[in-house]
């Protein structure tokens, strides 16, 4: 069974930084795209960034290039969200994802909060 | 970048009525590269539509999806109170990036 699990997030001031953490299981990990959305309190569903399966290739939502770098290690079964320079408005859940095109598996998401 | 606009932005329905909800497309989803994800409070996003029209693993056939270029519809024949939740639809033909629409909450009338 395919499973997905975020961790990483809590409250972070303003101009700091997390690294969110994507555990997967139940598949060949290596072999997939992969993605993070994030939902902001209350509201629709954002589409962040993606990566191939080696690494090698990556995209970004205008809203958090040149902030926020995805990576994995596929040895380790494990897609990763480096965020610097954190806004208020980068507060959600952020859900990480599988690609099949469609997003076919969801984690349960980890939360952040960035405020003073 | 495509904006997918989604209507109505909250559907009041009974048990057991048809509820009909529209995605439509700033520009031609790509062989319809068209999903749906259902969403209740608490939970992460599940897939129920791919390819504008083919039912997810274990979604019920009370579930339908149709459309082509920039209108999409989803069907739900006759709705179990299960089914009441947040809807929204994915364009992953042109990405990145990927988008989404911003949702129809589906609530018990």
């Known amino acids: 069974e395919v499973h997905l699990v975020e961790s990483g997030g809590g409250l972070v001031q303003p101009g700091g930084s997390l690294r969110l953490s994507c555990a997967a299981s139940?598949?060949?990990?290596?072999?997939?795209?992969m993605h993070w959305v994030r939902q902001a309190p209350g509201k629709g569903l954002v589409w962040i960034s993606r990566i191939d399966p080696d690494g090698s290739s990556t995209d970004y939502a205008d809203s958090v290039k040149g902030r926020f770098t995805i990576s994995r290690d596929n040895a380790k079964n494990t897609l990763y969200l480096q965020m610097n320079s954190l806004r208020a408005e980068d507060t959600a859940l952020y859900y990480c994802?599988?690609?099949?095109?469609?997003?076919?598996?969801w984690g349960q998401g980890t939360l952040v909060t960035v405020s003073s | 970048e495509i904006v997918l606009t989604q209507s109505p932005g909250t559907l009041s329905l009974s048990p057991g009525e048809r509820a009909t909800l529209s995605c439509r497309a700033s520009q031609s989803v790509g062989s319809r590269y068209l999903a749906w994800y259902q969403q209740k409070p608490g939970q992460a996003p599940r897939l129920l539509i791919y390819?504008?029209?083919n039912r997810a693993t274990g979604i019920p056939d009370r579930f339908s999806g149709s459309g082509s270029g920039t209108d999409f519809t989803l069907t739900i024949s006759r709705l179990d109170p299960e089914d009441f939740a947040v809807y929204s639809c994915?364009?992953?033909?042109?990405?990145?990036?990927?988008?989404f629409g911003q949702g129809t909450r589906l609530e018990i009338k």
């Open positions: 994802a599988r690609q099949q095109p469609f997003l076919d598996y």
């Open positions: 994915q364009q992953y033909g042109s990405s990145p990036p990927i988008t």
């Open positions: 390819g504008a029209s």
């Open positions: 139940g598949f060949t990990f290596s072999s997939y795209w």
